[in-house]
């Protein structure tokens, strides 16, 4: 029997300072990393018994998912596949674009809603349950966890 574990990455870190100030707000995003906090819930993860026989693990390309999934990686000795389809949802490709007030109600009522550039809720759910799918296909019979986003 296969086993899916979708797992949301561990809290992330408010502070900024890390990040490059010339980086855009999609790469800013994207490098987040864990804080104290997150880095107290990822060892707590790691050290589940359920998750000790893990055959695979995936985590999303962002940094606050790799390190979530680092610890149970390091634990059991495996390695991380890394996959962008697992990601956040793109809001927007573009810096200039101003949010409506009420963005995130308009998101939430209706799911093929985006803004120029992103992506709606329902592309994205699109996008991840085709990977979810191929995945669970390779990996018949076997143990998966994937680091992802809410």
Partial sequence: MTEVYLIRHAKKSNNIIYQNAEDNFLIKDEK????????????????LSFLQDTDVIFSSHFVRAMLTANYLAEKIKKPILINKNFG???????????????????????????????????????????????????YENKKIVIISHK
């Fill in 32 to 47: 987040r990393i864990l804080s104290k906090e997150g880095q107290e819930q990822s060892k707590m993860l790691a050290s």
């Fill in 88 to 138: 956040e949802r793109l809001r927007t490709n573009n810096e200039n674009i101003i949010f409506p007030k009420n963005y995130r109600m308009m998101q939430m009522k209706d799911e093929k809603y985006k803004v120029i550039g992103g992506e709606s809720r329902q592309e994205v759910f699109k996008r991840f349950y085709n990977e979810l799918m191929k995945i669970i296909k390779e």
